[in-house]
Structure formats: structure tokens, C-alpha cells
């Protein structure tokens, strides 16, 4: 059974740029959480996608946004890059997510570098 | 944003020693995971626990859920090289996980 994948695995992008990064979560499983992770802060949550719905939502500004097609697959996108924005971008899937929180399984990351 | 406090921060052990570390919340969680990442790569799970009082082992690695439910701890037992890395814990609830600051594992040969 294929694990999470995520694409890119690496991005550097200049500020001012906009990104998009890719998530294809595990055969079956319906919830796709998106993460950020810096030194700093840690592993902040981002969105998290069930059927194509945004269940939940973290603390970050409006230029990160993100959507799930309807095979669950999922996309986020950053905005008007700023240098803070570089991080290791986290995916993970779980088959309900949500109040059952059901084991959640992350990809490898996309390392977003902006310069 | 929201973190957990795991301790400790980091660990330098010799090779066979048990580790343990925890994780506390002023919140209740429902669910509580344990994560190990390796550099440059993502968190793998180790352990998920669902239910208060819980007490759940994987090979080596021995978990419970507090009987509070705002805290956990994780026990490594008879540890080895390739138990270096960062473990992070993680509290479930309301469509998303909030995780620990990670504690830091080395292991002296």
C-alpha cells in the first residue's frame, strides 16, 4: 500500500512569488491535514480537508490556502511569499480525521526555501 | 500557535539504557500519537492511543494515555543506535492534532 506522497520534495522561491504543493494521501483515506514546520514554532497546523470540505482551520494569515479534488488529493497554496514562510510542509492523512482522530500518517515533506 | 510541553528537551543516553519522556496539556485530547522523525524526512507513527488509562506497546516501545487525558508518556526500553532522532507526542481533537515540542535522542555506543 502506497504511503503518503508529497511533491515537490524540494522548492526555493523568491519572495513575492506565489507556491503550490501537492498532496496525495493513502488509497481510502478521505482526511488530508497540512502542516508547517520551522525550528521556531514546531509543527503548527495549517487546514485540514474532509470530502472536499475544510473542516478546520490553524492560525495562519490568508495567503496560505489550500483545496481537495474529489480522489482526496489535496493542494495548498502560499501566496506572496515572505523569507517566514520558509519551512518543511507536512501532509498527512488519516481515513476520517476529525472527531474519530484516527491514526494520521505524514509524507516526507516539501522543504520550501524562499530567498 | 498552540504546543504541547514534552520533556525532556533532549536526551543523551548509553546504548541499552530505558528512555522515557512525556508529554502535558492544559487541554483534553481525545486521541494521543507518539511520532518519531529522522532529519529531512517526515514523522512516522509509533503508537496511537484512544482511550484514558490506556497502556499500549509496540516491540521496545511501551505508551499510556493519562488518566486525565491531558497527558501521555512514552517508554523506550533497552535502546539502541537507530533510536536516535526526535520524538514528537501529539494530543487529537477537533479535526486536528496539536504536538509537543519534541525531545531530541542520542545514543552513545
Known amino acids: 500500500k502506497a504511503g503518503v506522497t508529497q511533491t515537490p520534495r524540494y522548492l526555493i522561491k523568491t519572495r513575492g512569488q506565489q507556491v503550490t504543493l501537492s498532496c496525495s494521501p493513502i488509497s481510502g483515506h478521505r482526511s488530508v491535514s497540512w502542516y508547517q514546520q520551522t525550528p521556531g514554532q514546531g509543527l503548527q497546523f495549517l487546514f485540514e480537508?474532509?470530502?472536499?470540505?475544510?473542516?478546520n482551520k490553524g492560525n495562519f494569515p490568508g495567503r496560505f490556502s489550500g483545496r481537495q479534488f474529489s480522489n482526496s488529493r489535496s493542494e495548498m497554496n502560499v501566496s506572496t511569499l515572505e523569507l517566514g514562510d520558509s519551512a518543511l510542509y507536512l501532509c498527512?492523512?488519516?481515513?476520517?480525521?476529525?472527531?474519530?482522530?484516527?491514526?494520521?500518517?505524514f509524507g516526507q515533506g516539501t522543504r520550501l526555501t524562499v530567498v | 500557535g498552540q504546543q504541547l510541553n514534552q520533556s525532556p528537551q533532549s536526551m543523551f543516553i548509553q546504548e541499552g539504557e530505558d528512555v522515557s519522556m512525556n508529554c502535558t496539556s492544559s487541554s483534553i485530547f481525545n486521541t494521543w500519537l507518539w511520532y518519531k522523525q529522522d532529519p529531512g524526512e517526515g514523522p512516522v507513527l509509533l503508537i496511537a492511543?484512544?482511550?484514558?488509562?490506556e497502556l499500549t506497546s509496540n516491540g521496545r516501545l511501551t505508551a499510556q494515555f493519562g488518566i486525565t487525558r491531558k497527558d501521555s508518556f512514552l517508554n523506550i526500553s533497552a535502546s539502541i543506535p537507530s533510536d536516535v532522532g526526535i520524538y514528537f507526542c501529539a494530543g487529537g481533537g477537533g479535526n486536528k492534532l496539536t504536538f509537543g515540542t519534541g525531545t531530541q535522542l542520542k545514543v552513545e555506543l
Open positions: 492511543l484512544y482511550k484514558a488509562g
Open positions: 480537508y474532509f470530502s472536499e470540505t475544510q473542516r
Open positions: 498527512a492523512s488519516s481515513l476520517e480525521g476529525g472527531l474519530l482522530n484516527t491514526e494520521a500518517f
